[in-house]
């Protein structure tokens, strides 16, 4: 069973950090993509930034620059790290597993909030 958990959101003011973490279990990640997405109200679900199985990143236009993806194969756990963050950055905040060949499903963490606001 896979399993992902993120962890680290909150209220931050603009342009305060965040860093984001997604806890997999049941899956290792180094072997898939993984990505993050976010879904602002009333929004439909944007890619966010992702990360290769061999290690090649992109990024969305509107977090370039500022946002930062990894993970740590040792902790099986993939990371966002969010600085500068701005108001039209407020969203739910999702990690996911991409399918593969050895396993075509997709798996999607149950979302953590992010708010910026002063």
């Known amino acids: 069973q896979v399993q992902l958990v993120e962890s680290g959101g909150g209220l931050v003011q603009p342009g305060g950090s965040l860093r984001l973490s997604c806890a997999a279990s049941?899956?290792?990640?180094?072997?898939?993509?993984m990505g993050w997405y976010r879904q602002a109200p009333g929004k439909q679900r944007e890619w966010v930034a992702h990360?290769?199985?061999?290690?090649?990143?992109n990024y969305a236009d509107s977090v370039k620059g500022r946002f930062t993806i990894s993970r740590d194969n040792a902790k099986n756990t993939m990371y966002l790290q969010m600085n500068n963050l701005q108001p039209e950055d407020t969203a739910v905040y999702y990690c996911?597993?991409?399918?593969?060949?050895?396993?075509?499903?997709?798996?999607w963490g149950q979302g953590t909030q992010v708010t910026v606001s002063s």
């Open positions: 990360i290769t199985r061999p290690g090649s990143i």
């Open positions: 049941g899956s290792i990640i180094s072997l898939y993509t």
């Open positions: 996911r597993r991409f399918g593969s060949g050895s396993d075509p499903r997709d798996y």
